[in-house]
């Protein structure tokens, strides 16, 4: 399918009150984060079966996808080029991460994030200086620190833990929810692998942290544990 099939077909599967149910969901009204963005109203595994047939879809063509003003359509772009990295060679990568860099305005929302990070950035960084990824935890752009910490899941899975570490501490007073959530949720998946390396980290900063990021870092801690936390007992 070509890029115009691909977006007509797109539309044909949209559906008026699953759009209105994910404007809700996504917080798209006024001052909300993701205020003004529109969807076709399209299901998460729909929109993963069309990437299928765009594969073949050129960087360019891709882009044009990225900066649609349709939800799906964005997530679409992405779930191509997640597709797509791990499979070009150094210089499509090389293109690829770029793309998705200068088009962060377009990665607006937490599910466009968490879909892509830690599949294009995380990896086109693994050989390569990681200060972009403190760099972009000083943006004034939340999407943009959203991007750095899920970033570094990448290393997470390989038991790599010192950059999510020097990202979490940098937004530890972050004044964003979904900021407070992804630091936790990555600081959960640390203490996954290796208990000690989150604990260490959680006596010297849990009492700076947000309470939502916070119970995020320490879901799956035991109860007695995780009641001394949240009280501020623990020692």
């Known amino acids: 399918m070509n890029l115009k099939q691909i977006q ?16 809700g969901f996504f917080k798209t009204g006024p001052g909300q984060y993701g205020e003004g ?13 069309m990437a299928r047939h765009g594969r073949d879809l050129t960087l360019k063509q891709i882009t044009r996808l990225l900066q649609s003003k349709f939800h799906e359509e ?22 690829i991460f770029n793309l998705y860099l200068d088009n962060t305005s377009y990665i607006n929302n937490w599910d ?11 990896p086109w960084l693994e050989k390569r200086p990681r200060t972009l990824l403190l760099q972009m935890a000083n943006s004034k752009i939340l999407w943009e620190r959203r991007i750095a910490m899920m970033a570094t899941y990448h290393f997470i899975r ?15 007073h972050d004044d964003h929810d979904l900021i ?25 900063f849990y009492g700076d942290m947000p309470r939502t ?23």
């Open 8 to 23: 007509a077909e797109m539309k044909s599967l949209g559906d008026a009150k699953k759009a209105a149910h994910a404007q």
């Open 213 to 235: 990021m916070l119970r995020y870092a320490i879901e799956k801690f035991p109860e007695d544990l995780r009641l001394q936390y949240l009280k501020g007992t623990i020692s």
């Open 37 to 49: 963005d529109i969807f076709l109203g399209i299901r998460v595994p729909e929109t993963r079966k």
């Open 74 to 95: 964005r997530l679409l772009a992405l779930f191509i080029l997640v597709w797509q990295f791990p499979r070009a060679d150094e210089d499509k990568q090389r293109d």
């Open 112 to 122: 466009l994030v968490d879909s892509s990070a830690h599949f294009i950035v995380g």
């Open 158 to 172: 390989a038991n790599d833990y010192q950059d999510a570490l020097l990202v979490a501490q940098k937004l530890l």
């Open 180 to 204: 407070h959530k992804v630091v936790g949720w990555m600081l959960r998946e640390i203490g996954n692998r290796d208990r000690a390396v989150e604990e260490k980290f959680l006596l010297q």
